[in-house]
């Protein structure tokens, strides 16, 4: 675990940052990405440009984005462009997640541990109320079966 985080202490320093890769082209689903060159931020002239159309109270229509643990095709393909734009960090994370292909959290172990417990409990009752509904239909069964059997005058001294 201490090598671990030394190792990531030693790569910070060869961190990209957001703005490492500038998607600057987007025709039809072809996506061009160049590097990063201290281009100026647009949204505050756009903010600036719009403000003067205020009216009053205004509806709000932000959202956050959902924060899947998997990208889309599209967030794959401009990773692949910044990937190409610095092959040398990326191959060093490559690396990287190679050497520590292994390492597991211990939050997350001790979670797959009771996960793997509660679905085995889970599991075993089902059984039990399986087995105690087969032998109560079986019982069923054989009273039902013996009631048949039983001859007429059986059943009309029973009445």
């Known amino acids: 675990m201490i090598s671990f985080r030394l190792a ?31 281009e100026p931020d647009y949204g505050a002239d756009m903010l600036q440009t719009f ?43 490559g690396k990287y997640c190679g050497r520590h292909s292994g390492y597991r959290d211990c939050i997350i172990a001790a979670f797959d541990r009771e996960v793997q417990f509660y679905v085995a409990c889970i599991e075993h009752i089902e059984r039990q109320v399986m087995q105690q509904i087969v032998q109560r239909d079986m019982l069923c069964v054989s009273v039902t ?15």
């Open 8 to 38: 990531l202490k030693r790569r910070s320093s060869g961190r990209i940052s957001p703005r490492s890769g500038i998607v600057s082209n987007i025709e039809g689903s072809r996506i061009k990405v160049d590097p990063y060159d201290s």
């Open 51 to 93: 403000e003067k159309f205020k009216q009053g109270k205004v509806t709000e229509y932000r959202f956050d984005f959902p924060s899947a643990p998997d990208m889309n095709h599209v967030e794959e393909a401009v990773l692949d462009l910044v990937a190409q734009l610095y092959p040398g960090i990326f191959s060093t994370l």
């Open 145 to 159: 079966f013996l009631d048949e059997l039983a001859s007429p005058t059986d059943k009309l001294r029973s009445q």
